[in-house]
């Protein structure tokens, strides 16, 4: 038998009601660390209850940029472990069931989303 691989995939998404500010640009300042924990945080919960969940091993967000007024923009990359049985990440799939529980992409948690910026893999 052959080991499962690790793959990665990117998740990229705005943020309607948190405000964007330079220390989100810092990795070592205090709110770029606590927001990046809520975000890991919420992505795993929101990833492990969908098809990959059982090869899901969890999402490391990268990075905030700014976004339109008081907006921030999220990239995270993701791991999971691709068995060598399995089919191929299925991106549209994983896309709309992230929309489904999100309420179409309109809310993570106490976020609001910008309906039209989620990304997977893209």
């Known amino acids: 038998t052959t080991a499962a691989t690790l793959e990665h995939f990117t998740v990229n998404f705005t943020i309607t009601n948190l405000p964007y500010t330079s220390d989100l640009e810092n990795p070592d300042s205090a709110r770029f660390r606590a927001t990046r924990r809520v975000m890991n945080m919420m992505l795993d919960r929101l990833l492990k ?3 990959i969940g059982p090869a899901f091993h969890g999402c490391e967000t990268t990075g905030f940029r700014y976004g339109d007024r008081d907006q921030t923009r999220v990239d995270a990359v993701c791991t999971y472990s691709k068995e060598p049985w399995a089919a ?5 799939g994983l896309y709309h069931q992230v929309s489904n529980k999100t309420r179409g ?3 993570l948690g106490p976020y609001g989303l910008d309906k039209d910026s989620l990304y997977v893999n893209g």
């Open 105 to 107: 992409i309109t809310q």
């Open 49 to 51: 209850d969908s098809s």
């Open 88 to 92: 191929p990440l299925d991106r549209v």
